[in-house]
C-alpha cells in the first residue's frame, strides 16, 4: 500500500507539472473519489452503491485520465495539424453548436462524394488559432444562412495546411493567406470543364474546377462575412442554371439519340422486308420453271 501510494504520489506531480491549474482540479477531484466518506459530509450512500459514486450523480467532473487525453490531442494537433476525421470535434470543442457537417474523407473522396450528390466542394483550408479563424468560425461557419446553404448545395472539407495534402493543394491553388474558402465544381473528367483554363487534379485522375475565392488580402487580415454568403449564395445561382442547361443538354442529345436509334430501326425493317419480298420472288420463279 506504501508503495501504491508512493507512486499515485508521484504521477500526480508528473501530472501537475505537464498540465497545471487543469491538472490540479481533476488530481483533486481524484483524492477526493479516494478518501472515505466521513459521518459529517452529508452524502447519501444508497445500498450498493458508493459514496464516491453518489456524490457524483448530479455531475461527472473531468477525470485525470480524460484530461490527459485531451491534452495529448490538442497537443498532436498543434504540432502535426488537425485531421479531417477531427475538424467537426475541434470545431465543437471551440465554439460549441451548431457544428456545420465536415467530411471526414480525404480530399478525393470527398470530391466524388460531392460529384455523386450533385453538389459543388467547399474547400476550407485552415492554418492556426488566429482571431481571424474564431471571427470566421463563428460568424460565417456557424450562420443560419451559410448552414442552409451548405445542406442544399455544398459539401464542406476542412484541410490544415500544417499536413501535407492540404498544403499541396492550397500550393497548387495559390492559397498563401490563410483562413481562406474555395468554391470547386467536382469533375467526371478534365475534358468536361466547360472551357476553363483551369482544372485542380488532386490526387491523379481527380479533378475540380475552381469557382470563386475567398482569401485575406495580408497576414493576419479576416474576412467578411457579408461578402461569403453573397458570393455563395450567387454562386449557387449560377449552379442551378448550369444543372438546369446541362440537363436540357442532356435531355436534347438523349432525344436525337433516340430518334436516330428510331430511323435506324427502320431502316433495318424496310431492309429486311426488301429482302424477305426478293427472297419469296426468287421461289417463285424457281418453281414456275
Known amino acids: 500500500r506504501e508503495a501504491e501510494a508512493q ?31 466521513a459521518a459529517g459530509d452529508g452524502i447519501d450512500a444508497s445500498p450498493g452503491m458508493s459514496p464516491t459514486s453518489t456524490a457524483r450523480r448530479g455531475s461527472q467532473p473531468e477525470s485525470w485520465m480524460d484530461l490527459l487525453g485531451r491534452k495529448v490531442c490538442e497537443l498532436g494537433q498543434a504540432v502535426m495539424g488537425i485531421a479531417p476525421e477531427d475538424f467537426e470535434f475541434w470545431f465543437s470543442a471551440r ?24 453538389k459543388m466542394l467547399l474547400m476550407w483550408f485552415h492554418q492556426d488559432e488566429s482571431e481571424a ?15 442552409e446553404l451548405m445542406s442544399s448545395s455544398f ?11 492540404p498544403a499541396q493543394i492550397a500550393r ?10 474555395i468554391v470547386a465544381q467536382p469533375l467526371r473528367s478534365e475534358f468536361d ?5 483551369f482544372a485542380l487534379e488532386w490526387p491523379l485522375g481527380n479533378f475540380a474546377q475552381p469557382l470563386l475565392r475567398f482569401a485575406p488580402q495580408e497576414p493576419g487580415g479576416g474576412l467578411s462575412a457579408d461578402a461569403i454568403i453573397a458570393g455563395l ?12 442547361q446541362r440537363e436540357a443538354e ?16 427502320e431502316q433495318d425493317r424496310e431492309y429486311e422486308e426488301a429482302l424477305l419480298a426478293d427472297q419469296l420472288a426468287a421461289a417463285a420463279r424457281q418453281e414456275d420453271a
Open 7 to 37: 507512486g499515485g504520489g508521484l504521477l500526480d506531480r508528473l501530472f501537475r507539472a505537464s498540465f497545471g491549474a487543469s491538472a490540479e482540479a481533476a488530481a483533486t477531484t481524484a483524492a477526493s473519489d479516494r478518501r472515505p466518506a
Open 95 to 118: 465554439f460549441g453548436e451548431p457544428v456545420p457537417p465536415i467530411s471526414k474523407l480525404s480530399f478525393g473522396d470527398a470530391s466524388k462524394q460531392a460529384l455523386g450528390e450533385g
Open 133 to 147: 479563424t474564431k471571427r470566421f468560425c463563428t460568424e460565417v461557419l456557424q450562420s443560419s444562412l451559410f448552414l
Open 155 to 165: 459539401l464542406l472539407w476542412a484541410g490544415d495546411v500544417s499536413r501535407f495534402e
Open 172 to 181: 497548387i491553388l495559390g492559397c498563401a493567406q490563410f483562413p481562406a474558402l
Open 193 to 197: 470543364n466547360f472551357g476553363a483554363q
Open 233 to 244: 449564395t450567387g454562386v449557387v445561382e449560377d449552379h442551378q442554371d448550369s444543372v438546369r
Open 250 to 265: 442532356a435531355a436534347r442529345r438523349a432525344s436525337h439519340l433516340a430518334e436516330e436509334r428510331r430511323l435506324r430501326e
